[in-house]
């Protein structure tokens, strides 16, 4: 079992920046890749991100490609996600999730998530 609890969430005016964290205990947090994702209100869970166990390999969606960096720290069991240039349509509950495996495809990254976090609210606004 992953326990992982996201945090840095909050009100931002566009083009600003915030930086998501995702904090995790129980298993060898350096034996699963790390994903985010997002849902907007009335909308389907969105995959944003995923990096391998390693740090070595990242994939993004097109939506915030050039826009978003995601990394990891193993030795603080943490994941990170940095959002520059952010956009209203950004505006979302963004979630952690540790998988079993790494997928640079957001299909088989959504079906590998095993232990998902609570989510951290993202607004973008002026």
């Known amino acids: 079992q992953v326990q992982l609890v996201e945090s840095g969430g909050g009100l931002v005016q566009p083009g600003g920046s915030l930086r998501l964290s995702c904090a995790a205990s129980?298993?060898?947090?350096?034996?699963?890749?790390l994903n985010w994702f997002r849902q907007a209100p009335g909308k389907e869970r969105e995959f944003v991100a995923t990096?391998?166990?390693?740090?070595?390999?990242?994939y993004y969606a097109d939506s915030v490609k050039g826009r978003y960096t995601i990394s990891r720290d193993n030795a603080k069991n943490t994941v990170y996600l940095q959002m520059n240039s952010l956009k209203p349509e950004d505006t979302a509950v963004y979630y952690c999730?540790?998988?079993?495996?790494?997928?640079?495809?957001?299909?088989?990254?959504?079906?590998?998530?095993?232990?998902w976090g609570q989510g951290t609210q993202v607004t973008v606004s002026s």
């Open positions: 999730a540790a998988a079993d495996g790494y997928y640079s495809e957001s299909y088989y990254a959504t079906k590998s998530s095993r232990y």
């Open positions: 129980g298993r060898t947090f350096s034996n699963y890749a």
């Open positions: 990096i391998s166990w390693s740090g070595d390999s990242t």
